[in-house]
């Protein structure tokens, strides 16, 4: 009987580079639609540039996960014509290490067999049963790749020691739900950094807004529009001059973080912004604190339910020593203004009742329109 984990698994598809250099989509199961086998044809090194060959790529396009290993055919095989090629898993679920170990076990039976009938015989075994027998390093096994790790494998605290106190930005667009863009000429970097944010909104645990690697093709580009915020990898530098495309800008090789003309309102920052990142800084300072202490969740402070927060004049005390627990300090304010509104929806008039001081009003402004507690 097939494992939760293991029906999340959509397909397995196999391109091929041969001898004269064409790059093929040459076998698929169960199948792989046509949109679909256009964007893994891009996203595989085959059709690139050979000095920008790449063992393991994934990302996202039309809710469907992909994960690409690519190999090249050295020793004498029975892919004799063939000089490269490519096996792409496409899944319900994020998790690529779970994927380039299974991906590279297919790899391997591929230049052994020189047939995709054996990986087809090895993804139903996995499909019905979470394990695929393997001649490297025992069985791959599903339930050894546990989702939250894969959620905490992109270091947060790599993100912090990088750009410092101006993460405070990723931050307060992952909470609003904005459209981060970020750029980089080599997509290991971008991949590692990429996956990373979504941790910094831990309360949400939604990985769905991650699409790491994007062309500027039109068809990447409209599923990528479908999307009210995300976080998007682009390789090409074109990117920088699609304003259409983001609310916040991050080229990673300069170091620097831009906010959009239209979106600075929104994102406007003060003391609340400046005591969370000032504790963000300090946490991934700390020599001995690991990714996941410094994203943790963590029972918030009862007090910040209490109804004394309102009674104060200046922002909402941020006290604890982690991001989740920040968030969830900053959601229970929302909360507990939410209970006395109508609806339960919070309203500009509620916020302004409780004179918190204006960038912080209009934070958590957006942030009730975000989180879907806000009336107009």
Not at 233 to 239: A, L, R
Not at 342 to 350: H, M, N, P, R, W
Request: net charge neutral; with cysteine; proline share 5%.
């Amino acid at each position: 009987m097939a494992t939760t984990e293991a029906q999340w698994m959509l397909s397995v598809g196999l391109i091929e580079k041969d001898v004269n250099g064409d790059t093929l989509w040459v076998w698929c199961y169960p199948s792989v639609g046509s949109d679909l086998r256009q964007v893994l044809l891009r996203k595989c090194c085959l059709t690139q540039d050979s000095r920008h060959f790449r063992t393991f790529v994934f990302g996202q396009f039309s809710r469907t996960w992909y994960y690409i290993s690519t190999a090249e055919v050295q020793e004498p095989t029975a892919l004799a014509k063939v000089t490269h090629f490519s096996v792409v898993v496409t899944s319900k679920d994020f998790n690529p290490e779970k994927y380039a170990a299974l991906s590279r076990i297919l790899c391997r039976m591929y230049i052994k067999h020189g047939s995709p009938v054996k990986m087809m015989e090895a993804y139903i075994t996995v499909l019905t049963t979470g394990v695929c027998p393997s001649d490297e390093n025992g069985p791959f096994l599903i339930k050894d790749y546990d989702v939250r790790k894969a959620y905490l494998t992109g270091s947060v605290k790599d993100v912090v020691s990088q750009f410092g106190m101006e993460a405070i930005i990723l931050y307060t667009a992952l909470m609003l739900k904005k459209r981060i863009v970020v750029h980089h000429p080599r997509i290991e970097a971008l991949l590692e950094f990429t996956r990373a944010l979504p941790a910094l909104v831990w309360h949400r645990k939604d990985w769905s807004i991650l699409h790491p690697y994007v062309h500027l093709a039109e068809a990447e580009l409209q599923d990528l529009k479908t999307c009210p915020g995300y976080v998007a990898g682009f390789v090409d530098p074109e990117v920088s001059n699609r304003p259409d495309l983001f609310d916040v800008f991050v080229s990673l090789p300069d170091g620097v973080i831009t906010v959009s003309q239209s979106a600075k309102d929104a994102m406007a920052m003060g003391k609340l912004h400046k005591d969370i990142g000032h504790a963000i800084v300090r946490s991934a300072e700390d020599a001995e604190g690991s990714d996941s202490q410094l994203i943790k969740v963590t029972p918030p402070d009862s007090r910040c339910c209490s109804s004394r927060v309102f009674k104060r004049t200046g922002p909402p005390s941020i006290s604890s020593q982690d991001v989740s627990a920040k968030t969830k300090e900053v959601l229970a304010i929302l909360a507990a203004l939410a209970s006395e509104c109508e609806d339960s929806k919070v309203t500009l008039e509620a916020l302004k009742r409780r004179h918190f001081p204006p960038a912080t009003e209009n934070f958590l402004f957006h942030l009730a329109a975000a989180e879907q507690l806000l009336r107009i």
